[in-house]
C-alpha cells in the first residue's frame, strides 16, 4: 500500500493531529487507534455507510486488542437532531466507553458532526476519531473540531469545538459515493480556491474529472484541501476571526437548508453551498466588488461539474425573499441581528463583511428569484 500523504494541525496543548490521506486506511485503523492509548472504542456510523465499512473497522480495532461496539442512526442531515444525539450518547455509555477510550466517527459531515458531539458530551469529554467517507467530510468538515446538531430554528446551533486526536481519510471510500454526493462535495473543494487560491481554483478547473474518477488528483485535492484548512484552524481555532472565511457561500446554503427542512431528498449541504458561492459571487458583483466575468466564471465551473448553481434548481422551490432572509437571521455569523457575509473582490480574495445592508440584500434576492 502506498504511504499516505500527512497534514499536521498543530493546535496548543498537547491537542495538534495528524491528517492521513490515502486508499486502505480502514484496513489499519486498528493500530493508529491503539497507539492513541484506549482500551475500547465506540464507533458511530449511519447505516449505509456502516453496511460497507463498520465490520472491517471493528475487525481492525479488535485485531490490536481494543474492545469495539457500533452505533447507527439512519442516514441524512435529520439525524443531527437532539433525539439522535440522545441516541447515539446512551448507546455509546451501553458500550461503556470511558474517558480514556475512543469515539470513532465513521461516515460523512452528519455522522461526524453528530459523533464528535456526542464525544465532546460524553463524561464532560471523551476522545474522538474522524473516518470520513465523503469527499465533503474529508476535505472539510472532519477537520477542525466543529461539532453539532441542528435546531429547528438553524443548522449547527448546538455544538462544540472538540478537536479529533486522529482523522484518517480513506480515499477509496469515495469509490463508493453516488455521482450526487461526490459533485456535493466537490463544492467544498472549489471552495478553498475561491477563499484565497486563485491558482487552485484553476487546477481544479484543469482536472475536477480526475477528482471524480479516482486518479491521483483525488488525493492531492483533498491534502490540499486539508492543509489549507488546518492553517486556518491553526490561526484561529474558535473562528474569532480569519475562520469565519471558510463560511464562503455558507449563509445562503445553511438558508435554503432549512427552507427545504433538511430534506436531503431535495438538497444536500454541498448542493446548497454549490447555490451560496454563486449567490456570493454575483452579490460581490452586484455591489461592485468583483467583475461579473468573474462570477461567470465560478458558476460556469460549478455547473460544469454538475452542481446547481441559481435560487430556481432548489427542488419544491427556495421561497420568497422573505422567507430566504428570515432563514438567515438564525446565522451563527448573525452579531447584534445584523448579517456577516463572505464576500469577494475577485477568485481568491474573499473577505468578511459585517453588516451587509438588508434592502441591498433583499434586492439582490428578488432579482435572482425573477432572474430566467
Known sequence: MTEPLSVHVGLDGGRDYDILIGRGLIAGAGARVAALGARAAGIVTDETVGALYAAGLRESLEATGLRAGIVTVPPGEASKSYTRFA????????????????????????????????????????????????????????????????????????????????????????????????????????????????????????????????????????????????GVVTRDEREDGERALLNLGHTFGHALERITGYDSGRLVHGEGVAIGLALAFRFSARLGLCGGQEAGRVANHLALAGLPTRLQQVPGGSGDAGAILDAMAQ?????????????????????????????????????????A
Open 87 to 230: 441516541e447515539v450518547c446512551d448507546g455509546l455509555l451501553a458500550l461503556k466507553i470511558e474517558r480514556g477510550d475512543v469515539v470513532i466517527a465513521l461516515g460523512g459531515g452528519v455522522v461526524g458532526d453528530l459523533a464528535g458531539f456526542a464525544a465532546a458530551s460524553l463524561r464532560r469529554g471523551v476522545r474522538f476519531v474522524q473516518v470520513p467517507t465523503s469527499l465533503l467530510a474529508q476535505v472539510d468538515s472532519s477537520v477542525g473540531g466543529k461539532t453539532g446538531i441542528n435546531s429547528p430554528h438553524g443548522k449547527n446551533l448546538i455544538g462544540a469545538f472538540h478537536q479529533p486526536r486522529l482523522v484518517l481519510a480513506d480515499t477509496a471510500t469515495l469509490d463508493t459515493l453516488s455521482e450526487r454526493e461526490m459533485r456535493a462535495g466537490y463544492a467544498e473543494v472549489a471552495k478553498y480556491g475561491l477563499i484565497g487560491d486563485e491558482g487552485f481554483f484553476s487546477w481544479c478547473e484543469a482536472n475536477w474529472r480526475g477528482i471524480f474518477s479516482g486518479g491521483p488528483e483525488r488525493d492531492e485535492a483533498v491534502a490540499i484541501c486539508c492543509r489549507a484548512k488546518a
Open 331 to 371: 446565522d451563527k455569523k448573525v452579531r447584534d441581528g445584523a448579517l456577516t457575509f463572505i464576500l469577494a473582490r475577485g477568485i481568491g480574495q474573499s473577505f468578511i463583511a459585517p453588516g451587509v445592508d438588508r434592502a441591498e440584500l433583499r434586492a439582490f434576492l428578488e432579482a435572482e428569484l425573477a432572474a
